[in-house]
C-alpha cells in the first residue's frame, strides 16, 4: 500500500508522465472451440474479472456449458491465473458484454441472450437483454431478461451498462421491439432503435424509454451526466425523431442526449462531418466535459482529412454544453477501430482496439497480422499521441477492453486467432487473449498548481478525508467525484472553504475529483481510497 500512495502521490504532481510500456506476460484462455473476452475490470482483492463468450467445453472452459454458445466469465489473479471459471444461459446462444464490480465485491454482468431455459427465466421472444447479478464466487444472486418479442442486444467491447448514484444500473441497448417492456419503436422493425431503461438494485425496472429516429442507430454509451443526470452518446443515420430540429451533418453523426433521473430528455445536440462518423466510448475529463473516441470516414470538419482508405480512429473533447474543445485523428493507411477508453491515473486517456494489416505506417509503427491490438495513449487536455503499440501474431487478433492494476500495470484483452508472435498457447481455433503491460511507471514533469490550492487530507484514506481551499477568502461551488473510467459518480456537498469527502459505499482504488470555486477558480485532483 505504500507503493500505492506513493505512485498516487506522484501521479498527482505529473502531466504527461508515462513511459513506453513493455510486455510482462501475455497468456490465453480457452479450450479447442471459440473463445472471447469482451470486458475486463480490477476487483476489491488487487485481481481481474472477465467476461465474454465461449463454445467451448474443454481447456480452461467450466465443463457445464449449456448451450452452443454460453456467457463466460473468469476471474483471475494479478498475475493472470484463473482463480476460478464459469458460464452461464441455456441451450441457445448467449452472450456477455460487460462486467461491472460493486463495493460489496459482487458484480453485475451485462448480457444479450437467445434461451428461454438453463439460467435464463423471463424471455420476452428474439433476444433479450439479461443483467445477471454474482456474488464473488460467481454464484447467481438475481437473473432479469429485459425486452420485447423482437430483439434488444448489447455490443460487445461498449460500455453500456453504468452504476447509478442510488445504487442501481441504466443501460443503454438496441431494439427493435415494440411490445412487453419496450413500449415505442420509430421505424422498421429491421431497423434499430436505442432503448435506455433504468433498473433498481434489485433488477426491477423503474423506467425506460426509446430514443433515435425512423432510421438506423447502431450503438450508445452511457455517462453519468453529474447529479442524476445521464448523457447517452448514440451513433445515428436518422434526421427525425429526437434528431428533430438538430442538424443532420453527414451519412452518420453523433447524437447527444441528455436524460434527467426519470428518463426526460433535458438537452441534446449532433455533431458530423459529411460522410460516417461513429463514436465506441466515452469517458469524463478531470477538467470537466467528455473524451470522446470512435471512427471517422469524414474529410471536413470538425475532422480532417485522413491517413489513407480507410476510416481513422479519432478522439473528441467536448465540454458540458457540447462544444468542441479539440478533434484528432490517429492511424494508418488502412483501418483502425477502437472498443474501450479509460483514463489514466495522470488524467490521460487510454484506448484499445485493434488496426488491420495494411496500417503500417503514418503513426503505426508495426503490425503483426491481419488485424492486431492496437493501444494508444492521448493527452486530455488536446488530444496529442503520446504513445502507441499494436500487439498480435499473424492472423486477425481483436483487443476489446483494457484496465490498470494498481496503478503498475496496464491490461489489454480481447480474443486472438493467432497462435504466433506475442501469443503462445493457442487452445484451439480462437482463444481469449490477455497482454499484461508493465514499465509504466510516473516519470516526467511536475506541476504543481492544483496541490497549492487544495489541500486533501488524509490521502488515500479509508473512511473520510477533508478537502479544503488554501485561500479561505474562496468558497467552494461545486465538488464532482469521478471514477477511474471517467464516470461521475457522486456531487460532494461542502460549506465555506471546506468540505468532508465521506467513503459511503464507494469501493477501494483510484477517484478523480473536479473544484469549482465561488470565484471561478476550477481545480482537479486525484483521491486514493484503502
Not at 436518422?238 to 426519470?262: A, C, K, Q
Amino acid at each position: 500500500m505504500k507503493k500505492i500512495a506513493l505512485l498516487l502521490f506522484v501521479a498527482f504532481l505529473c502531466k504527461n508522465c508515462f513511459s513506453q510500456p513493455s510486455i510482462l506476460w501475455t497468456k490465453t484462455y480457452g479450450g479447442s472451440s471459440a473463445d472471447y473476452f469482451d470486458d475486463i475490470i480490477t476487483t476489491l482483492d488487487g485481481g481481474m474479472i472477465c467476461i465474454g463468450h465461449t463454445s467451448s467445453e474443454d481447456g480452461d472452459v467450466d465443463s457445464t456449458n449449456s448451450g452452443s454458445i454460453d456467457v463466460w466469465v473468469v476471474k483471475l489473479s494479478e498475475s493472470g491465473d484463473t482463480l476460478w471459471s464459469r458460464t452461464y444461459g441455456g441451450s441457445y446462444n448467449d452472450y456477455g458484454a460487460t462486467i461491472l464490480a460493486m463495493p460489496d465485491s459482487t458484480y453485475l454482468l451485462g448480457c444479450f441472450v437467445f434461451s428461454d431455459d438453463g439460467d435464463v427465466t423471463g424471455f420476452h421472444g428474439g433476444d433479450d437483454i439479461w443483467l445477471v447479478k454474482i456474488d464473488g464466487n460467481g454464484n447467481i444472486i438475481w437473473q432479469h431478461c429485459y425486452g420485447g418479442s423482437s430483439g434488444e442486444r448489447l455490443g460487445g467491447g461498449y460500455k453500456e451498462v453504468i452504476s447509478t448514484n442510488d445504487g442501481g444500473f441504466l443501460v443503454s441497448a438496441r431494439s427493435q421491439s415494440d411490445d412487453g417492456d419496450v413500449t415505442l419503436h420509430y421505424g422498421s422493425p429491421l431497423l434499430e432503435d436505442i432503448w435506455v431503461f433504468k433498473i433498481d438494485g434489485s433488477g426491477n425496472l423503474q423506467w425506460q424509454r426509446t430514443l433515435g429516429g425512423f432510421d438506423q442507430e447502431y450503438l450508445a454509451c452511457p455517462i453519468s451526466a453529474g447529479g442524476d443526470n445521464y448523457l447517452i452518446l448514440i451513433s445515428t443515420i436518422s434526421s427525425d425523431g429526437d434528431m428533430t430540429g438538430l442538424t443532420d451533418y453527414g451519412l452518420t453523426d453523433l447524437l447527444f442526449i441528455e436524460l434527467d433521473n426519470s428518463g426526460n430528455i433535458t438537452d441534446k445536440a449532433s455533431i458530423g462531418g459529411s460522410s460516417y462518423d461513429k463514436p465506441n466510448s466515452i469517458v469524463g475529463s478531470p477538467e470537466g466535459g467528455y473524451i470522446i473516441t470512435g471512427t471517422t470516414s469524414s474529410t471536413d470538419a470538425p475532422f480532417a482529412p485522413g491517413f489513407g482508405f480507410g476510416s481513422d480512429q479519432f478522439a473528441m473533447k467536448i465540454d458540458s454544453v457540447f462544444n468542441i474543445k479539440w478533434v484528432e485523428q490517429y492511424g494508418g493507411i488502412g483501418g483502425e477501430l477502437p472498443f474501450a477508453s479509460i483514463q489514466a491515473p495522470d488524467g490521460s486517456v487510454l484506448v484499445l482496439g485493434y488496426v488491420n494489416y495494411d496500417s503500417a505506417n503514418n503513426q503505426i509503427t508495426q503490425v503483426w497480422g491481419h488485424n492486431d491490438y492496437w493501444c494508444i495513449r492521448i493527452d486530455s487536455s488536446d488530444g496529442q499521441l503520446l504513445w502507441q503499440e499494436s500487439f498480435g501474431g499473424s492472423n486477425a487478433d481483436n483487443g476489446m477492453g483494457l484496465c490498470i492494476l494498481q496503478s503498475d500495470f496496464l491490461f489489454l484483452t480481447g480474443y486472438a486467432y493467432s497462435n504466433d508472435g506475442q501469443v503462445i498457447g493457442n487452445h484451439g481455433s480462437i482463444d481469449a487473449w490477455l497482454v499484461a503491460l508493465n514499465n509504466y511507471t510516473f516519470i516526467s514533469s511536475i506541476d504543481q498548481s492544483s496541490s497549492e490550492e487544495i489541500n486533501v487530507f488524509p490521502n488515500p484514506f479509508s473512511t473520510y478525508s477533508i478537502l479544503s481551499l488554501t485561500d479561505h477568502n474562496d468558497e467552494l461551488k461545486q465538488i464532482l467525484l469521478y471514477n477511474n473510467v471517467g464516470s461521475c459518480i457522486r456531487e460532494v456537498n461542502g460549506t465555506g472553504y471546506k468540505a468532508t469527502v465521506d467513503r459511503n459505499q464507494l469501493a477501494a482504488g483510484l477517484y478523480f475529483y473536479t473544484v469549482e470555486t465561488r470565484n471561478g477558480n476550477c481545480y482537479r485532483g486525484k483521491i486514493l481510497i484503502q
